[in-house]
């Protein structure tokens, strides 16, 4: 039996490697043979053989997300830097197409008068008089900004959102049928601890939504429903016993990385997860698996902060997206002055100056 470390990752990896309906076949796959193994180690034990299967899905399934997650965000990095690039493109294109519209007549009659043989004074006068318009209008042309990029292309799908809100909602419902199957397994025939379980389950899915969903700001009333989530699966996991429920007092506790300073969060997440490692120890059967439960809980932390930090970083990089076109055009707008002021600029002064020289001559009394 491969289990959740080790099946929970080749999973993931099947549709991470293969596009399409495809690779999700291929997950379930991987599912179903390592179920099948464990259906043949523990026999009529359908408990643990479903216990087994869903830590492998929300393994999975949490990986998959991480890294997807992980490549949308690199995906709107590169998207920005093209979008930079594309700006300034579509600046300088403006900016030669202006220059054209204002000088470009200017120039042709500059280069018909030259030819004129002989020149007169007229036509040198000519000459210098367009040359110094020409000159001043490539100057208002490239100091003159074009159009803003357009808003529009910063308002694109929001994939990061959507697939975080998906797979911490996943992993929720996920470690809670855990949770359950957990009872299950002990054994327990006991109502009360049933009733307890199941009313907790159900309970812990809507504090954790409520806690732990993406969105732009902290839930009103986090400071008394948080440590209420703390306190109510903490209890439930220590009546219901064996450790069961433990792995709903690590989602739990993981929603502190998100509200409180990482100087506090952080320290509380370790403690816990040591804790109820240590707190297993109290019960034979689960006592061997208490360094798995320290690593799942870890684990699930860092689900926790990453679904929800994930979208707030994405959103980050859109609203710098225009910022960065800006910044590109700018410096695009920029250069084109300099190159006008350094080449244009300096060739057309160069040509009303000597026509102006050549006009002197004739303009001596």
Known sequence: MLWGPIAGPLAAAMPLSVAGPAGWLLFGMVLLADTSVAGVLHG???????SFTIVDMNVGLTLFALVRLAVLLSETQTANRQLAELEAANERLR???DLRRAIGVRLAHILRASRRNPPTTGTL???????????AEARTVAATPGEPPATA??????DTSRLSRWALAAMTVNVSVIALTN???????DPGRWAVAAVVAPL????????????ASAPSAWRWTLPLHILIVGA??????NGSMSALV???????????PARWSVPVVAVVAVGTAFLLQLYPEVGGYSLYQVASMITMAIGVFAFNRFPEAAGRLRGLRMQVARSAVVAERLRVARDVHDLLGITLSAITLKAELALRPWRRP
């Open 44 to 50: 009529p034990d359908l408990a643990t053989v479903v």
């Open 95 to 97: 900016a030669a197409g």
């Open 125 to 135: 006068a000519v000459i210098a008089d367009i040359s110094r318009e020409a000159a």
């Open 153 to 158: 292309r910063t308002d694109l799908p929001d």
């Open 183 to 189: 009872v299950a397994d002990s054994g327990t025939a």
């Open 204 to 215: 812990a899915v809507a504090f954790q939504l409520y806690h732990g969903f993406p969105r």
């Open 236 to 241: 439930a996991t220590l009546y219901v016993g």
């Open 250 to 260: 690590g989602m739990s506790v993981a929603n502190t990385l998100l509200w409180l």
